[in-house]
């Protein structure tokens, strides 16, 4: 499985990490609404 950090430090390191997952979904977040923002400014929303 990817979840597997022995075989490599790139494998889901948000495992090791205390604040890796809550960081992963704020770093979603973060893109999704950058995402939007630029969309509304085009005007394609």
């Known amino acids: 499985m990817n979840s ?3 075989v490599s430090p790139y494998n889901m ?3 090791n990490w205390y ?3 809550p ?3 704020l770093a979603m977040l ?3 609404l950058g ?3 630029y ?3 085009k005007g394609w929303l």
């Open 19 to 21: 604040y890796g997952y």
């Open 23 to 25: 960081a992963t979904l």
């Open 4 to 6: 597997n950090t022995h």
């Open 35 to 37: 995402m939007l923002y």
């Open 39 to 41: 969309f509304k400014k």
């Open 30 to 32: 973060i893109i999704a």
């Open 13 to 15: 390191p948000e495992l």
